[in-house]
T-cell receptor
Framework: EAGVTQFPSHSVIEKGQTVTLRCDPI?????LYWYRRVMGKEIKFLLH????????ESGMPNNRFLAERTGGTYSTLKVQPAELEDSGVYFC??????????FGPGTRLTVL | LAKTTQPISMDSYEGQEVNITCSHN???????ITWYQQFPSQGPRFIIQ???TKVTNEVASLFIPADRKSSTLSLPRVSLSDTAVYYC??????????????FGGGTRVLVKP
């Protein structure tokens, strides 16, 4: 069974540009989460999808971030426009019915 | 969510047992204790979860005293590949709470030959 995959693994963009991160959860996992670690800080929760619905987006830092999960399968996280402080590693995780979250390898975002 | 406190780092040697204690004085009745492991350039990986007493799986054991204000993750006979950051998380794992995870700083474990 394939694990959680994320694309791209690394993205380097300039301030003001737009970047879209993609997460493919484990097939059949209704729950999908986005987290991020910015430089020197702890991993922080961003939002939680149940199927295609946003269950909790309390961790989204501001309206420059937009997450979608059309059809309840893969999810995208768009940052527009990107700022320097958005640099960090963005993790996606998925969960089935129990408490274990399966994390992807992360996307390292560098904003110059 | 309950705040957790754990050592910043620990060193050990191959074949030894590693015990990492996490303090969570404000743990709530509905909170579970979960440990994740993270290797460099990878996402965190679930190790073990418990509510009270002792839980054991093929990877680790989790000891939780009666007052649940702390917990100890025990890794038996570590190898070099167990070098990683270990996170202690405390939170409500119910569906209504969403199961979102709150990470602290973690404990960086270095296993030496």
């Amino acid at each position: 069974e394939a694990g959680v995959t994320q694309f791209p693994s690394h993205s380097v963009i300039e301030k003001g540009q737009t970047v879209t991160l993609r997460c493919d959860p484990i097939s059949g996992h209704d729950n999908l989460y986005w987290y991020r670690r910015v430089m020197g800080k702890e991993i922080k929760f961003l939002l939680h999808f149940v199927k295609e619905s946003k269950q909790d987006e309390s961790g989204m830092p501001n309206n420059r971030f937009l997450a979608e999960r059309t059809g309840g399968t893969y999810s995208t996280l768009k940052v527009q426009p990107a700022e320097l402080e958005d640099s960090g590693v963005y993790f996606c995780a998925s969960r089935a019915w129990n408490n274990e979250q399966f994390f992807g390898p992360g996307t390292r975002l560098t904003v110059l | 969510l309950a705040k957790t406190t754990q050592p910043i780092s620990m060193d050990s040697y191959e074949g030894q047992e590693v015990n990492i204690t996490c303090s969570h004085n404000n743990i709530a009745t509905n909170d579970y204790i979960t440990w994740y492991q993270q290797f460099p350039s990878q996402g965190p990986r679930f190790i073990i979860q418990g509510y009270k007493t002792k839980v054991t799986n093929e990877v680790a054991s989790l000891f939780i005293p009666a007052d649940r204000k702390s917990s100890t993750l025990s890794l038996p006979r570590v190898s070099l590949s167990d070098t990683a950051v270990y996170y202690c998380l405390v939170g409500d794992m119910g569906e209504a709470a969403g199961n979102k995870l709150t990470f602290g700083g973690g404990t960086r474990v270095l296993v030496k030959p």
